[in-house]
T-cell receptor, first 113, second 111 residues
Framework: DAGVIQSPRHEVTEMGQEVTLRCKPI?????LFWYRQTMMRGLELLIY????????DSGMPEDRFSAKMPNASFSTLKIQPSEPRDSAVYFC???????????FGQGTRLTVV | QKEVEQDPGPLSVPEGAIVSLNCTYS??????FMWYRQYSRKGPELLMY????GNKEDGRFTAQVDKSSKYISLFIRDSQPSDSATYLC???????????FGAGTRLFVKA
């Protein structure tokens, strides 16, 4: 198993553009988390899915952010319109069932100019 | 007050040294305690986790939880240059899904 796969690895976009980040989770695990990491704020939970259903999206900073999980093997995080302050590394992660996020993807480094 | 506090460092040690990384947390409701290692431009990887109090050892790594003082530690024995990374502590309530991460401590092990 290749682990949690995120794409793209790097994204540079202009302010106002739509950005879509993708995550292919490991099969057989029910949970999926989207995180954002910045120097100033560290690692922040944006949204949590369980069995493809969004359980908690209280960490989504604004209505410009949306996330979907149409099936167990795919999730997206969309930012529309993007702003420079959205520049960060975005991670997708899964719970291994032991009460911990055991599997993180490699992350997508987003730069909004 | 943040729910978990961690000194961001950086911490620089010579190869072979014993490294001590620490975090404090504010709420006694947290029962899961984790340590993650994150190499530059990579995702965090789970190193160790403990439930409730006590010590847990895995090779050169020992995780320690002192619930009375709300203090969690990670010790690395015989540190190697390959241990150079950022170490994040993390906490979670029993039955909860939300993990709170510390800011991370940057560790440099010099050969």
């Amino acid at each position: 198993d290749a682990g949690v796969i995120q794409s793209p690895r790097h994204e540079v976009t202009e302010m106002g553009q739509e950005v879509t980040l993708r995550c292919k989770p490991i099969s057989g695990h029910n949970s999926l988390f989207w995180y954002r990491q910045t120097m100033m704020r560290g690692l922040e939970l944006l949204i949590y899915f369980n069995n493809n259903v969004p359980i908690d999206d209280s960490g989504m900073p604004e209505d410009r952010f949306s996330a979907k999980m149409p099936n167990a093997s795919f999730s997206t995080l969309k930012i529309q319109p993007s702003e420079p302050r959205d520049s960060a590394v975005y991670f997708c992660a899964q719970d291994a069932g032991g009460g911990t996020e055991a599997f993180f993807g490699q992350g997508t480094r987003l730069t909004v100019v | 007050q943040k729910e978990v506090e961690q000194d961001p460092g950086p911490l620089s040690v010579p190869e072979g040294a014993i490294v001590s990384l620490n975090c404090t947390y504010s709420n006694s409701a947290f029962q899961y305690f984790m340590w993650y290692r994150q190499y530059s431009r990579k995702g965090p990887e789970l190193l160790m986790y403990t439930y409730s109090s006590g010590n847990k050892e895995d090779g050169r790594f020992t995780a320690q939880v002192d619930k009375s003082s709300k203090y969690i530690s990670l010790f690395i024995r015989d540190s190697q240059p390959s241990d150079s990374a950022t170490y994040l502590c993390a906490i979670r309530r029993t039955g909860g899904f939300k993990t709170i991460f510390g800011a991370g401590t940057r560790l440099f092990v010099k050969a």
